[in-house]
């Protein structure tokens, strides 16, 4: 008898404020002592002068200030970054799959790619991780060079590059983002009947995604996945939560799914082989 091959979805999520509780640019100019970050990159929004998101390449290259930073700043800026919880228990999901389905997943930011690898360090591999590339001058340590920006059309281009070498089709995407940002690559996904989920209450990005989901724990995207994609039961997305050693202690169920989990001792365990 001839096995039914696995759906395979392809899941993308941002980075800065997704995974994260602050912006890596921020977290750059406090270890370097630069202040008005958040200044800055709304001047440069106001002058259209670069894609949304791209503020803080920007920034790296042409501001003065910014000028003295090296890869070691990038590195000890990701370790300072703030993660979200049950990060490592996503991306555990994710490698196992579930009966009938399989998973990929990627992060795509435009935050310098070496903030988002020292972030993830030992959760998510380097491969598949997607960020701002640099090129550093050998001799003095500057960055002298930007060879890609992931991000507005740029993220766009990393989804079909994916969907490409992975060989999934359009419709079993899934994107994760929170900000103005993602709305170019949230629209492309909408438009071949992907799947979008928000995880901010930004207006711009809630009338263009899926589903919402409003919470602290980076698992919490399974609720709509599993729900909306996968038609779970309750007490099945409830039962899988609990195996990680968290607890679906509260659910608003509307367009904006409004999760509260709470972690229990297993979740502050390394994760178990099944």
Avoid: C
């Avoid at 579930?98 to 992060?107: D, I, K, L, M, Q």
């Avoid at 795509?108 to 030992?122: F, K």
């Avoid at 992975?166 to 419709?171: E, N, P």
């Avoid at 779970?232 to 509260?260: A, N, P, Q």
């Amino acid at each position: 008898m001839t096995e039914t091959p696995l759906k395979h979805y392809l899941l993308a999520s941002d980075f800065d404020q997704t995974l994260s509780f602050n912006d890596s640019g921020l977290v750059l100019a406090e270890l370097l002592g630069i202040s008005g970050f958040e200044e800055r990159v709304a001047g440069l929004a106001r002058s259209n002068l670069v894609q949304q998101g791209g503020e803080l390449a920007y920034l790296i290259r042409h501001d003065p200030e910014f000028r003295g930073v090296r890869r070691e700043h990038l590195v000890e800026a990701g370790r300072r970054v703030r993660l979200k919880s049950a990060i490592p228990a996503l991306v555990d999901f994710m490698e196992r799959g579930t009966e009938g389905y399989r998973f990929s997943f990627f992060v795509i930011s435009a935050a310098p790619r070496e903030i988002v690898i020292s972030a993830l360090d030992g959760i998510v591999p380097p491969e598949r991780i997607y960020g701002t590339e640099l090129e550093f001058d050998v001799r003095s340590g500057e960055v002298r060079a930007i060879k890609r920006v992931p991000a507005g059309y740029g993220k766009v281009a990393v989804v079909e590059e994916l969907e490409r070498q992975l060989g999934v089709t359009a419709d079993r995407m899934i994107y994760v983002g929170d900000g103005s940002s993602d709305v170019h690559v949230m629209l492309h996904v909408n438009n071949h009947d992907g799947f979008t989920i928000a995880v901010s209450e930004n207006r711009q990005l809630a009338r263009i995604a899926r589903s919402t989901v409003i919470s602290d724990n980076a698992f919490s995207i399974m609720v709509p996945i599993l729900d909306q994609l996968l038609h779970w039961r309750t007490g099945e997305i409830r039962e899988l939560f609990e195996r990680y050693g968290l607890t679906l202690s509260e659910w608003e169920k509307d367009r904006t799914d409004r999760v509260k989990v709470s972690e229990g001792l297993a979740a502050r365990l390394s994760i178990e082989t099944a």
